[in-house]
């Protein structure tokens, strides 16, 4: 089965990011990178994204299989 792995924090953003998500410098955001690797172990998919706190909100729920 492939494995994906999410890693996110939440951080101030201070780059061009700001500019770019159109949200003032400091404002809080979620980065979350994901890595996906299929049977062998290869990386299949890898990506980073950034999401404004004061626009989005995640819900995590875990499982244990």
């Keep these: 089965r492939d494995v994906t792995g999410v890693q996110t ?7 061009n990011s700001a500019n770019l998500l159109e949200v003032r410098r400091k404002t809080a955001a979620h980065y979350v990178q994901t890595i996906s690797v299929d049977y062998e172990g ?12 004061e626009r989005n909100r995640f819900d995590i ?4 299989e």
Excluded: H, M, Q, W
Excluded at 9 to 15: H, V
Excluded at 61 to 64: I, L, Q
């Design 9 to 15: 924090c939440a951080l101030p953003i201070y780059d």
């Design 42 to 53: 290869r990386v299949v998919e890898l990506s980073y994204a950034t999401y404004p706190g």
């Design 61 to 64: 729920y875990v499982y244990r």
